[in-house]
Structure formats: structure tokens, C-alpha cells
């Protein structure tokens, strides 16, 4: 056994120097990122690269608050005449981006009145409630 041991270590010492006698890996020579982005320096936002675009075209796209995503039309009608006597401007929304189900679109001069505080007194009102903001127009772009 105490030879068996010996000549493991034998051979543990002789793989270890022809280890070492390879060629040792050469350093890939790495360019710093910063050469390759130039005066691209931070991280920005795929949302403020197009909202940039915008505004240097003159045009600003408008958030909309979206409530809804009721599966019945009863409770979007209940909704809705709920906002109207709070004053608060609503149309059914027509496009299907904020979800499945019903939803109302508010009016942009309207969003000042419904803060969080409203926004939990609806939802503790109505189970179902969601509330979104989106762009108005929608995600593709007005040519």
C-alpha cells in the first residue's frame, strides 16, 4: 500500500512539471469598451431614445390612463357612470392594448383627478379594477 502511495505522488509530481512546461496561454489583447460606443458613455433607455427623437421633431406622444379590464359590460357601465359623478371625462377605449376585457380610457385633463388615494377607494369599490398608463395614439408611430 505504501508503494502504491509513493507512486501516485510520483506521478502526481511529474504530470505538475509537464504541466508547467506547456506553453503558458498568451493574454488576448482586449479594446476598452469605451473606444467602441464613443460619446455613447451611459445607458439609456430604449423609451427616452425614441421620446429624444420626438422632441426634436416637435412632436411629444400623450399617456392616457386606462381603467377597466372587466370581463362583463355591467361593471364598465357602473365604472363609468361612477367617474361621471366624480367629474371625471371617460370614453370606452376601442383599441385592445391594455388587456382582455373591458376598459375606459380617461380623458388626459381628467388624470388630475384621480390620484392613488382614488384610485384604492375604485378598486376597493369594484374587484376587478386595473389601471394602466399608455400612450394614447398607441406604440407605433404617427407618420
Not at 366624480?86 to 370614453?91: D, K, L, P, S, T
Amino acid at each position: 500500500m505504501r508503494w502504491l502511495f509513493l507512486l501516485l505522488l510520483v506521478l502526481n509530481v511529474f504530470y505538475y512539471v509537464w504541466h508547467q512546461q506547456e506553453a503558458p496561454l498568451r493574454a488576448k489583447d482586449v479594446t476598452p469598451l469605451s473606444l467602441y460606443r464613443g460619446s455613447q458613455q451611459d445607458i439609456r433607455l430604449l423609451s427616452e431614445t425614441t421620446g429624444d427623437v420626438r422632441e426634436k421633431q416637435g412632436v411629444r406622444r400623450q399617456e392616457c390612463l386606462f381603467l377597466g379590464g372587466f370581463s362583463r359590460q355591467e361593471s364598465i357601465s357602473a365604472l363609468q357612470q361612477r367617474l361621471a359623478e366624480m367629474g371625471v371625462n371617460v370614453q370606452p377605449s376601442s383599441k385592445d392594448a391594455p388587456g382582455a376585457g373591458y376598459w375606459l380610457s380617461v380623458a388626459p385633463e381628467s388624470q388630475r383627478l384621480l390620484g392613488d388615494v382614488q384610485l384604492q377607494n375604485l378598486s376597493k369599490e369594484f374587484n376587478e379594477l386595473k389601471h394602466k398608463i399608455m400612450l394614447c395614439e398607441g406604440v407605433a408611430p404617427v407618420e
